[in-house]
């Protein structure tokens, strides 16, 4: 099938390519083995700057809700609000697998008659739906009210949360 002069051109080729990837990490080892030098100062051969200089970590300053939602824009809100329209809707009257929550920021916790499928860890967490209530809810829903049933991560962004309360809170006039 093959003759002698193709298997030995196999062979070199192979014998080739073999000794080229020996060499290669003979050289890379070579290059970037770290001195073992005793009493040397050592450090790595590439270090990329981080920008961190080993000092202490900048301290996170917390906003206050009221400063961010009274700073909220209320344009953005239709934007954010596609994460919850799965399940609710703004329409009054118009329930999903949630309450509508047209009108929710000011209404009471529970208040929507016709949905009756509230889980009872709302009302022990709060009694009326303020935006510092809605705000902490929206955070961390599950944390927020522990029990509850609504299924969702939350909005980490506390400037998303404010601007989604503004728009809810601009439904009702």
Request: glycine share 14%; aromatic share 12%.
């Amino acid at each position: 099938m093959f003759d002698t002069m193709t298997m030995t051109k196999l062979m070199g080729g192979f014998c080739g390519a073999f000794l080229i990837f020996l060499l290669g990490g003979f050289f890379a080892e070579f290059i970037y083995h770290e001195a073992e030098h005793k009493g040397d100062d050592h450090h790595q051969a590439y270090t990329i700057d981080t920008g961190d200089d080993g000092g202490e970590a900048e301290e996170v300053v917390e906003v206050a809700f009221a400063d961010v939602f009274a700073a909220a824009d209320p344009s953005e809100g239709p934007g954010l609000f596609r994460k919850c329209s799965a399940c609710h809707k703004v329409e009054d009257g118009a329930n999903g697998a949630g309450p509508h929550l047209f009108g929710v920021v000011g209404r009471e916790v529970g208040a929507v008659g016709d949905f009756g499928a509230y889980s009872g860890a709302l009302s022990e967490a709060a009694d009326v739906w303020t935006p510092e209530n809605l705000n902490a809810f929206l955070e961390n829903p599950k944390g927020y009210a522990s029990g509850t049933t609504m299924n969702f991560a939350g909005f980490k962004d506390i400037e998303d949360r404010a601007n989604i309360i503004a728009w809810l809170d601009s439904l009702d006039n």
